[in-house]
């Protein structure tokens, strides 16, 4: 067990609609980093926080964003969903950022039907 | 940049047999952390090992061993005495260190191992 809680585990939802991931990170962890697994880009970075801020960034949408609230749990929000935001989206945390995270969340998969 | 290069898409063995998942990377930063994760079908990222650039000594737990080597910019990985529990997709990662803020994970496309009964 990663310590790292993500929900919900199975999400289907319809094109256009919006979405909210979450995750709590393993206890003592400040920062929190958020991935998408998709078929054609495979494991990549979307972004980074670390107590609240926002700290590094990666090939993120504008139609995503994310936020990290003081309790350190983290929500990354997809809106105007397209087929091809479908992907298992994926938190891992750290103690802080620049201590490399190991274990990721069991992830959240997500269905754009 | 960081790029990791995992040339093996597909490998099938037969059970008991031993396998290497290979990983090449690429990284500018002296102080890098390199990575290793197991991905069975139900999906979840396990952790296998991490490793920092500073420590080449190659590792071994149980049936899996890791071979280190900065002069060829290689990660392997070993599973010795392949079994069917074994398959899953392999991915290898890179993470440059503190010197660079200590990046997000870079990934390699992953490697899809076979095991056969």
């Known amino acids: 067990d990663s310590g790292v809680t993500q929900t919900p585990k199975h999400l289907i939802t319809a094109t256009g609609q919006r979405v909210t991931l979450r995750c709590s990170p393993r206890?003592?962890?400040?920062?929190v980093y958020w991935y998408q697994q998709s078929l054609d880009q495979g494991l990549q970075f979307l972004i980074q926080?670390?107590?609240?801020?926002?700290?590094a960034k990666g090939n993120i949408l504008e139609r995503f964003s994310a936020q990290q609230f003081p309790d350190l749990h983290s929500e990354l929000n997809l809106s105007s969903l397209e087929l091809g935001d479908s992907a298992l989206y994926f938190c891992?945390?750290?103690?802080?950022?620049?201590?490399?995270?190991?274990?990721f969340g069991q992830g959240t998969r997500l269905t754009v039907v | 940049a960081q790029k990791v290069t995992q040339a093996q898409t597909e490998i099938s063995v037969v059970e008991k047999e031993d396998v290497t998942l290979d990983c090449v990377y690429e990284?500018?930063?002296?102080?890098?952390?390199l990575f290793w994760y197991k991905q069975p079908p139900s999906g979840e990222l396990v952790f296998l090992i991490r490793?920092?650039?500073?420590?080449?000594q190659n590792e071994i737990s149980g049936r899996y061993s890791w071979n280190f080597q900065k002069s060829t910019s290689s990660f392997n990985f070993t599973i010795t005495a392949s079994q069917v529990v074994d398959s899953a997709v392999y991915f290898c990662?890179?993470?440059?260190?503190?010197?660079?803020?200590?990046?997000?994970?870079?990934f390699g496309k992953g490697t899809r191992l076979s095991v056969i009964a």
């Open positions: 891992a945390s750290s103690p802080r950022p620049r201590t490399p995270h190991g274990s």
């Open positions: 206890s003592g962890d400040l920062s």
């Open positions: 926080y670390y107590n609240g801020e926002e700290r």
């Open positions: 990284t500018r930063d002296t102080t890098y952390y």
């Open positions: 490793r920092n650039s500073f420590d080449e």
């Open positions: 990662a890179l993470s440059e260190g503190p010197g660079s803020g200590n990046t997000p994970l870079v």
